[in-house]
Structure formats: C-alpha cells, structure tokens
C-alpha cells in the first residue's frame, strides 16, 4: 500500500484545516505527471469507478482528483494501482480550498495574452495566503513562485445532497465554487456535473445559467416538467464516458432521475469584486473548521472514517 500510496498521492504540504493545503503552497502539475498533458480534475471520486474508468480510456490526458474522506482516498489509490495507471494522481484534499491554491489561480498574467482570465485572481486563494501571513507572519508562508496552471475539465459527479433545506449552502456547486472552477479552466474547460438529486440538478443549472464565467451548451433543452418554476431545462444527455456507480444505482433504484449538467467556460475574465465569498472555505482558512462540519449527511461508515481520522 505504502509503494502505491507513494505512486498516487499528490504530495503537499498540509494546512490548518483537515484536508486542507497550505496557503502559499506550490505544486508544479507538469513535474507531478511527468509530462505537460490536459489535465481532468475530478472532485469527490468516492471509490474511484470513474477516475479508473476514464483513466483507461483516456491514457492522453491526466487525472486529478480531490478527495477529501480518508476511506474514500484509500480505496481510489487499490483501484488505480490494480489497475496499473500512470496517469492518476489522488489529492486528499477539498477541493473547493485547495483548488485554487494547487492552480495558482491568484497569481497575475503570463507574458502572452492567450487567455482573458489570466487576469483573475482567486479570491478564495488570495483570503487563504492573508490569514496564513496574519496567523503565522510572513516568514512561515512560502510564497507561491509558480505559473499559472489550468485543467482542461473538472468532474463534480454526485456530490453530497445535503437534502434539508437548511443544508443547501453546504452544497459544493455554489456560486462560490463555480468562481474556483472558472478560475483552474482553460478557455472552452469543461465542467460536467451529475445528481440524482431533483433539486442539486435544478441548482446546478441556475449556478451556470447565473456564472458570468460559463455558457450552458445545453440552455433551453431536456425540459423537465417536474422542475420547479419556469421550465426552462438547460440538461445535457447523459454523458457518455460515466460509468455507473453505487451512488447512481442507489439513485436510480430509489426512483430518482440522473440529470447531467454541462458548463463551458468563456473567455470572460474574473472581476473579484463580483465573487461571492464562501463562508466554508473561509473559516477552512482562518482554521476554525474541520472537514466534520461538512460531512454530517455521510452514512454511518463514512462518519466512521473521519472519526478515526481524528
Ligand atoms: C456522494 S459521493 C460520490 C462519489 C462519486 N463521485 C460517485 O459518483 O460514486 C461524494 C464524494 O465527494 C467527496 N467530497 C465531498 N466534499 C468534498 C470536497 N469539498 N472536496 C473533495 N471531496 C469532497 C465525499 O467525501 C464523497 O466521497
């Protein structure tokens, strides 16, 4: 295990929070694979059905994925390792706190202009490396000297529900979310999402439809005549290259209907002002929270898993 777990995890230096990165942090993704090659981020592999899965399919390309339970970070590292890739690399992290620093997504322009969102900086990021430099003074933080990277798509397939209403803010795609994956996507990124959830379809949908930063190739069709308000479907077809998994047959046997949804990213630049703050990852940050706070609805095992995690 230990052998594999060498092989597969992303090193990284760890932060305040649990699964968090330290602010500052710098991981060179091309010297990590090996090799410059688009790189898919998935968040929230599970047990790494899919990660294998398109791994094999797609041996050009590179898989990142972000992992933020223990158990489920295990199982992604035997599933890979068996099935001998070498192009997966398994982060136990959560995405929505590490993305942002692992992509550089607050540093300024490279010299050519390719992309308008080289101007972006990422909020989230920026918020991370201040408390780190007030917390711990600047000589602890190891300034990020690195480049700009990008991932080519990001994967959100059956996040967490958080069913109750008064859970919904803990969803992970969010406006804020959305704002940290369109600062990691290149230009024309993808970002595929899944739910057997009704109403996680309906907001993803409407976080797109609301980004600036994407365009829904998919606004207007696959009407759903169960949605709430004005039906105005915006769901892709089911994607081709997602493999069932325990989480979608749960769904589907329980009578709940999958719904994909696809956003593409523009060219438009990111105006910091405009970005909503996540109050999740900014307590992350400022160290106050563990991934426990957002893990309640996990079943029984799962809340096992990061007890023992401590
Ligand atoms: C419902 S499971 C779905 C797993 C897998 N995508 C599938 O379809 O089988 C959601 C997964 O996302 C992980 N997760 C939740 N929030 C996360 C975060 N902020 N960063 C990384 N992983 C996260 C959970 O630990 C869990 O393994």
Same mark, same amino acid.
């Given at each position: 295990?230990?052998?594999?777990?060498?092989?597969?995890?992303?090193?990284?230096?760890?932060?305040?929070?649990?699964?968090?990165?330290?602010?500052?942090?710098?991981?060179?993704?091309?010297?990590?694979?090996?090799?410059?090659? %688009? $790189?898919?981020?998935?968040?929230?592999? +599970? &047990?790494?059905?899919?990660?294998? !899965? #398109? /791994?094999?399919?797609?041996?050009?390309?590179?898989?990142?994925?972000?992992?933020?339970?223990?158990?489920?970070?295990?199982?992604?590292?035997?599933?890979?390792?068996?099935?001998?890739?070498?192009?997966?690399?398994?982060?136990?992290?959560?995405?929505?706190?590490?993305? %942002? $620093?692992?992509?550089?997504?607050?540093? +300024? &322009?490279?010299?050519?202009?390719? !992309? #308008? /969102?080289?101007?972006?900086?990422?909020?989230?990021?920026?918020?991370?490396?201040?408390?780190?430099?007030?917390?711990?003074?600047?000589?602890?933080?190891?300034?990020?000297?690195?480049?700009?990277?990008?991932?080519?798509?990001?994967?959100?397939?059956?996040?967490?529900?958080?069913?109750?209403?008064?859970?919904?803010?803990?969803?992970?795609?969010?406006?804020?979310? #959305?704002?940290?994956?369109?600062?990691?996507?290149?230009?024309?990124?993808?970002?595929?999402?899944?739910?057997?959830?009704?109403?996680?379809?309906?907001?993803?949908?409407?976080?797109?439809?609301?980004?600036?930063?994407?365009?829904?190739?998919?606004?207007?069709?696959?009407?759903?005549?169960?949605?709430?308000?004005?039906?105005?479907?915006?769901?892709?077809?089911?994607?081709?290259?997602?493999?069932?998994?325990?989480?979608?047959?749960?769904?589907?046997?329980?009578?709940?209907?999958?719904?994909?949804?696809?956003?593409?990213?523009?060219?438009?630049?990111?105006?910091?002002?405009?970005?909503?703050?996540?109050?999740?990852?900014?307590?992350?940050?400022?160290?106050?929270?563990?991934?426990?706070?957002?893990?309640?609805?996990?079943?029984?095992?799962?809340?096992?898993?990061?007890?023992?995690?401590?």
């Amino acid at each position: 295990m230990e052998e594999h777990s060498e092989k597969y995890l992303l090193p990284f230096e760890k932060g305040v929070g649990q699964a968090t990165i330290a602010a500052g942090s710098h991981i060179d993704l091309a010297a990590v694979f090996g090799r410059e090659a %688009p $790189i898919v981020v998935e968040v929230g592999p +599970g &047990s790494g059905e899919q990660l294998v !899965h #398109a /791994a094999t399919l797609h041996p050009e390309w590179d898989f990142l994925a972000f992992e933020a339970w223990a158990p489920g970070v295990a199982r992604c590292v035997n599933a890979v390792s068996r099935a001998e890739l070498d192009n997966v690399k398994i982060a136990e992290l959560d995405a929505a706190q590490a993305l %942002p $620093i692992i992509f550089g997504a607050h540093l +300024g &322009s490279e010299s050519s202009a390719t !992309h #308008a /969102a080289e101007q972006v900086t990422a909020h989230v990021a920026e918020q991370a490396l201040a408390h780190a430099i007030e917390r711990d003074g600047a000589h602890d933080v190891v300034q990020n000297a690195g480049q700009r990277q990008y991932a080519s798509q990001v994967w959100t397939f059956f996040p967490d529900p958080w069913r109750k209403k008064k859970h919904r803010k803990r969803r992970i795609v969010s406006p804020s979310f #959305a704002h940290t994956v369109a600062a990691i996507l290149q230009p024309d990124g993808v970002w595929r999402m899944a739910t057997d959830w009704d109403n996680y379809a309906w907001q993803m949908r409407d976080v797109i439809a609301e980004s600036p930063w994407f365009r829904n190739p998919y606004a207007g069709q696959n009407i759903d005549f169960t949605d709430e308000g004005i039906y105005q479907g915006g769901f892709a077809p089911r994607f081709e290259e997602r493999v069932m998994t325990r989480f979608e047959e749960r769904g589907l046997e329980a009578q709940r209907k999958v719904h994909d949804v696809v956003a593409v990213r523009n060219n438009l630049g990111i105006d910091d002002a405009e970005v909503p703050e996540d109050p999740w990852v900014s307590a992350v940050a400022r160290g106050e929270t563990v991934l426990a706070d957002r893990g309640g609805e996990r079943p029984a095992s799962s809340r096992r898993g990061l007890a023992q995690l401590g």
